[in-house]
């Protein structure tokens, strides 16, 4: 068996590459000496532009973290740098840890898959080391504009979880699926839904900073709201859906798995001359 951490010389191995990932495989013919090395190995760091799958060192920043889609994920999200971003996810594990919104990490040997032609992170088993400071990252400058057709639970009015480096979104009834009940949540405005353009769709998430622009409340007007009506955090809700349903946005961000995680969006408004363009050049046609 082979050691961590020891040399050894291989010989007669076999490499091959399977969808631009190289293997090494050894069989009965391969010979395995230990042998002495004073070195240190240092890791090249790869520029998320440049990933592909295999294994891969990173370092970068987690500039968001999702929802967790399946009971077995400790946590997913996005890890950036400055040539761009990726999606990485960390399943439960004895020893296992989250990393901390906004944190800066070196990540040695990653794994980097590739699903249906997007690349996503596994760190389960990474070497993950915390680093001071910061860094410039690139989320993405995605465009998509069409109508809003869809509000999605879990917008509106949300409590998140108050330990440090969690945030995630309580429950109705303030569980968190990490930190289980937590009584002294802090509230936080958001969207999610879905756009259509007429020929595709899109799912936008959209944090607090744009959220209250475009439909004209703020947090501590949502909470007085639903403080002062019966049907509470469902009525900011309503008021979300009130402003957004059939309005035309123009959202920018960075695009994952048909997500757009918004950094930027405005409201499209009409404008008659457009419309009058358009009606000429219609009966211009027929």
Known sequence: MLEEGKWYRLESAVVDQYKGMLNLKVHSGTTIREVSHEGTLKPTITPIKDLAPGVACIRGKVVQEWEATHDRILQSGMFADETGAIRFVIWKEEGRERLNTGGIYTIYYATVDDFNGRLSLTLNTATTVPEEGDIEVN???????????????????????????????????????????????????????????????????????????????????????????????????????????????SCRGREIDNRLLVSSCELLHYKPEQLADLLNRAGGSL
């Open 139 to 249: 989320t993405g400058n995605s465009l998509f504009e069409g109508a809003f057709v869809h509000l999605s639970p879990g917008s509106g009015l949300v409590r998140r979880c108050p330990v440090e480096g969690c945030n995630r979104v309580l429950s109705r009834q303030n569980y968190c699926p990490v930190h289980e009940i937590q009584p002294n949540y802090h509230y936080d405005l958001r969207i999610k839904g879905w756009l259509d353009n007429g020929e595709e769709t899109r799912e936008v998430l959209i944090q607090r900073g744009e959220t209250e622009g475009l439909v004209g409340m703020s947090l501590d007007q949502a909470k007085e709201l639903a403080e002062n009506n019966p049907l509470g955090m469902d009525e900011v809700f309503l008021r979300f859906r009130e402003a957004l349903l059939g309005r035309y946005l």
